[in-house]
Antibody, heavy 118, light 109 residues
């Protein structure tokens, strides 16, 4: 069974940093397309970042240069390192497994809330 | 960037009725790479439909997707109480990684 469990969310001040983790089970992270998708309170869904099986990455313009997606193959875990955080980064961040060869989400984690506020 | 516009913003219907949700793309999705997701309050989204008309694993057959080019539809043939939720479309024709619509809220009348 595919499972994705996020952790690392919380309250952080503007300009601060946070690292989100996504522990995967039931499949191998490095063999799949993996993504972070976020949802601001009361708003819709927004792609944040994708890492492909070959290691190529994609970032939304809104986070480019501030966020870094990575994976630890030995831990079968996906990460999102977030820095220079802004109030507009406040959202639930979902870890997601993307259908291989395509770009829609097959499986979602339960999400972790990041709040950027002073 | 392809913009997806979903309509209506809110749809109020009674259980047992048919729901028709629309998703219009600002330019043609030549490969009909369109997905639909359902999201209930406090939960993660769930994949319903991909490739415009293919149901995901475990999705009841009362959910169906149709359309091509710029106009796509999600139909729920007979609404069950658990179907009241927010529905998002997402195109992945123009990637990476694609864009989401703004959502349609399906509420109980």
């Amino acid at each position: 069974e595919v499972q994705l469990v996020e952790s690392g969310g919380g309250l952080v001040q503007p300009g601060g940093s946070l690292r989100l983790s996504c522990a995967a089970s039931g499949f191998t992270v490095s063999s799949n397309y993996m993504s972070w998708v976020r949802q601001a309170p009361g708003k819709g869904l927004e792609w944040v970042s994708v890492i492909y099986n070959g290691g190529n990455t994609y970032y939304a313009d809104s986070v480019k240069g501030r966020f870094t997606i990575s994976r630890d193959n030995s831990k079968n875990t996906l990460y999102l390192q977030m820095s220079s955080l802004r109030a507009e980064d406040t959202a639930v961040y979902y870890c997601a497994r993307v259908m291989f060869g395509f770009n829609f989400v097959e499986y979602w984690g339960q999400g972790t809330l990041v709040t950027v506020s002073s | 960037e392809i913009v997806l516009t979903q309509s209506p913003g809110t749809l109020s219907l009674s259980p047992g009725l048919r729901a028709t949700l629309s998703c219009r793309a600002s330019q043609s999705l030549y490969s009909n790479y369109l997905a639909w997701y359902q999201q209930k309050p406090g939960q993660a989204p769930r994949l319903l439909i991909y490739g415009a008309s293919s149901r995901a694993t475990g999705i009841p057959d009362r959910f169906s997707g149709s359309g091509s080019g710029t106009d796509f539809t999600l139909t729920i043939s007979r609404l069950e109480p658990e179907d009241f939720a927010v529905y998002y479309c997402q195109q992945y024709d123009n990637s990476p990684p694609g864009t989401f619509g703004q959502g349609t809220k399906l509420e109980i009348k």
